[in-house]
């Protein structure tokens, strides 16, 4: 049986952090309801500590959304975990996540503090949460340009007072995957019984990379935020990780429990509540993901959608009226063909070989190729004789279209 993953799905908090997104309470908890119905295992909602229009809207999720665990983040600081408990206690599952820069840059730049007291602020920050309950998870932040052995330091002191789940993270995306599973590996080999979360962000375009490596290397859980949102670069993508898994779960022998069919619509939730579209080449969820635009694949889509799509787009959510055969200046008849049925047109063989010539040429004076312009096309190839010639069929479709 394929081992099941779990998420920490940091939308709500992380994503947050992403420069332009403010989310309000009632939003955050739209967002939280629609992440738990998909059946993902903790939210990550936000930081308590961080003022208290932030500390009602996790306490809102928590006393509303009922099928996932509800987290507060804290720093190592007795206040903040006392904090983050306080929005969390209500929910029928919760949890608290404290965390510490533990690298010599952050300590000596951003904290001033030694090795010893980053230490001990760990230690006795899991202590302090496990006063409150046994859902204590612990991140070291920036762990990937941290010294080898002060990891193993911490990671033994936040074991022995009882952590649930360690995250290790690569904060910046520094790590390459044979580096971040190594870590994993040696994380565990010093601990055998430790259950290890993977928080990787995507400055080098690596962080799907790397969480899928640390999970293959033994680490139980991965943190992601849906669309990629996050500081700077983003996040693991939720649905990236999610589908990377599903599609290839034979191989990797691992699967999640979430439904992928709600991957679509919650994604468009987070766009539209953020404010922040996916762009259109982003995998799984852009626009494009399922679009086709040279003629090639579109004649072989057209013959078996498998020859070009390795996932089907209903197991996302996308209805089959939103799959895309996109009509540009590298399309073959076959997709114009396709096209004009959509919009109502049965063109003989020897009308679509009228047609074809015409789209191109009006390509050839637009960029993009609106509906008025398919339709105007094919008219003209049904009935050639009112178009006098090409020219007048451009200034015609852009008039229209204007």
């Known amino acids: 049986m394929p081992r099941i993953i779990k998420f920490f799905e940091t939308t709500l908090r992380d994503g947050e952090q992403t420069p332009g997104i403010n ?9 939280a309801r629609a992440l738990a119905d998909m059946g ?11 003022g208290e229009p932030e500390f009602e809207a996790i306490r809102l999720i928590a006393r509303n959304v009922h099928n ?19 929005a969390v206690k209500d929910a029928d599952h919760s949890s608290i996540h404290p965390f510490i820069s533990t690298s010599p840059l952050h ?3 951003k904290l001033g503090k030694t090795r010893a007291e980053v230490l001990e602020l760990a230690r006795t920050a899991v ?5 409150y309950t046994e859902n204590v998870d612990f991140a070291l932040e920036d762990t990937t340009r941290t010294e080898h052995d002060f990891i193993l330091e911490v990671v033994g002191a936040v074991v022995a007072e009882g952590v649930r789940f360690v995250a290790l993270c690569d904060t910046v ?40 490596t640390a999970l293959q290397h033994g680490a139980e859980r991965v943190d992601t935020c849906f669309n990629g949102l996050g500081e700077r670069a983003g996040n693991a993508a939720t649905e990236d990780v999610v589908m990377a898994i599903r599609t290839r779960r034979t191989d990797l022998d691992l699967d999640v429990r979430v439904d992928t069919t709600k991957i679509i619509p919650t994604s468009r939730l987070i766009a539209r509540l953020s404010g922040m579209q996916p762009q259109w080449t ?14 090639i694949h579109q004649d072989g889509v057209l013959k078996d959608r498998r020859t070009y799509e390795i996932m089907r787009p209903e197991d996302i959510g996308l209805p089959p009226s939103e799959l895309r055969m996109h009509v540009g200046k590298l399309s073959g008849r076959a997709a114009l063909n396709a096209q004009l049925k959509e919009l109502g047109y049965d063109l003989t063989p020897e009308q679509l070989a009228r047609a074809f010539p015409l789209v191109k040429h009006v390509l050839g004076k637009k960029k993009v ?15 050639p004789n009112p178009i006098a010639n090409l020219d007048e069929l451009v200034a015609e479709t852009s008039e229209v279209s204007e």
């Open 369 to 383: 190729l609106e509906e008025m312009d398919l339709r105007h096309c094919a008219e003209a190839a049904i009935n």
């Open 107 to 109: 300590r000596e730049a």
């Open 173 to 212: 995306g520094f790590a390459l995957p044979r580096e971040f599973g190594q870590l994993v590996d040696d994380v565990r080999r010093e601990f055998p019984g430790v259950h290890i979360s993977a928080h990787c962000h995507d400055d080098l375009g690596l962080a799907v990379a790397n969480a899928l």
């Open 282 to 295: 982003k995998s799984i969820v852009g626009a494009n993901a399922f679009a086709h635009g040279g003629g």
């Open 23 to 31: 989310y309000f309470a009632e939003e955050k908890l739209e967002i």
């Open 127 to 131: 202590a302090r949460g496990r006063q």
């Open 68 to 86: 996932a665990e509800i987290c507060s983040i804290a720093r190592s600081f007795p206040a903040d975990i006392d904090r983050a408990w306080e």
């Open 40 to 50: 993902f295992d903790t939210l990550d909602c936000g930081f308590a500590i961080s």
